[in-house]
């Protein structure tokens, strides 16, 4: 059997995460992917081991927007394929989406909106759920076993954040935005996290402005969901709140194949 690890992180910025040791960790942790969303570079402003680390190859899709959103792949494994967002202008021009197909599984890479800045990027946050859906859905008729990690920038349970009540009308807790996660599951795509821990106190973002992370005020917003037929192949999920540098912490998954993926 082979083991496969991947590994998700919204890092907040490339380069301000590669001052706090990303490389160093990255190497210490080894996963055999690593999709990070909040980029905020174009890869010619990096340099070095950012642009290609050792063992690694990388697949970058960023905004039209400089120094906002993008999305970034580094892989150990060759990808089969590799596409950068849906296909509908209105969302590829915010370098949202990687797409990677692996012999034993699609991954999707997403940084999904978030709405909180007005109505319009609610509306905007809203319209890109149901476009991903619809997106997603499609390759799942092709036959394709998917992976869908990332930034989703909502807590789905009362659970999933320390505040509920007071947070059940501020957008990444709104009843429509839950309401399309319980539509997702609804589906056929599986939280995988919940799947091993059904604890509370177990976030993935906390606010930085009032020292949130010292007391665990979070909320989990990334996630990893996974597709029913590949729901056998999952050997752990889980997230990584010791590891800093962003507002963010990292979350993981491991599956195993009969062979390399």
């Given at each position: 059997m082979?083991?496969?690890?991947?590994?998700s992180?919204?890092?907040?910025g490339?380069?301000?995460?590669?001052?706090?040791?990303?490389l160093?960790?990255?190497?210490?942790?080894?996963?055999?992917?690593?999709c990070?969303?909040?980029?905020k570079?174009?890869?010619?402003v990096?340099?070095?081991d950012l642009?290609?680390?050792p063992g690694y190859?990388?697949?970058?899709n960023y905004?039209?927007?400089?120094?906002?959103?993008?999305?970034?792949?580094?892989?150990?494994?060759k990808?089969?394929k590799?596409?950068?967002?849906f296909?509908v202008?209105?969302?590829d021009?915010?370098?949202?989406v990687i797409?990677?197909?692996?012999?034993?599984?699609?991954?999707?890479n997403?940084?999904?909106?978030n709405g909180?800045q007005?109505a319009?990027?609610?509306?905007y946050k809203?319209d890109?759920y149901e476009?991903f859906?619809e997106?997603s859905e499609?390759l799942?008729?092709?036959?394709?076993?998917?992976?869908?990690c990332?930034?989703?920038?909502?807590?789905?349970?009362?659970?999933?954040?320390t505040r509920?009540k007071e947070?059940?009308k501020?957008s990444g807790?709104?009843?429509v935005?839950?309401?399309?996660?319980?539509?997702l599951?609804?589906a056929g795509?599986?939280d995988?996290?919940?799947c091993?821990?059904k604890?509370?106190g177990?976030?993935?973002?906390?606010d930085m402005k009032s020292?949130?992370?010292?007391?665990n005020?979070?909320?989990r917003?990334d996630y990893f969901f996974?597709?029913?037929?590949?729901?056998?192949?999952?050997?752990d999920?889980?997230?990584?709140?010791e590891v800093?540098?962003?507002?963010?912490?990292p979350?993981g998954?491991k599956?195993e194949?009969?062979?390399?993926?």
């Amino acid at each position: 059997m082979t083991e496969i690890k991947i590994l998700s992180w919204n890092v907040n910025g490339i380069r301000a995460v590669a001052r706090k040791g990303f490389l160093e960790w990255l190497a210490k942790e080894s996963p055999d992917i690593l999709c990070l969303q909040e980029t905020k570079a174009n890869p010619e402003v990096l340099t070095g081991d950012l642009l290609a680390p050792p063992g690694y190859q990388v697949y970058w899709n960023y905004p039209e927007r400089k120094g906002y959103s993008g999305v970034a792949i580094f892989t150990k494994i060759k990808p089969l394929k590799v596409q950068n967002g849906f296909g509908v202008p209105v969302f590829d021009a915010e370098g949202r989406v990687i797409i990677s197909e692996y012999p034993g599984f699609t991954l999707l890479n997403v940084y999904f909106p978030n709405g909180k800045q007005n109505a319009e990027r609610l509306k905007y946050k809203l319209d890109f759920y149901e476009t991903f859906l619809e997106f997603s859905e499609a390759l799942r008729r092709g036959g394709k076993k998917l992976i869908i990690c990332g930034d989703v920038n909502t807590a789905h349970k009362e659970l999933d954040l320390t505040r509920p009540k007071e947070n059940e009308k501020i957008s990444g807790f709104l009843p429509v935005e839950r309401a399309w996660l319980d539509k997702l599951i609804a589906a056929g795509y599986i939280d995988i996290f919940r799947c091993f821990h059904k604890e509370s106190g177990q976030y993935t973002w906390w606010d930085m402005k009032s020292r949130a992370r010292e007391r665990n005020v979070g909320w989990r917003i990334d996630y990893f969901f996974i597709a029913e037929n590949l729901f056998s192949r999952v050997t752990d999920a889980y997230i990584l709140p010791e590891v800093i540098g962003s507002d963010h912490c990292p979350i993981g998954l491991k599956l195993e194949f009969n062979h390399q993926p």
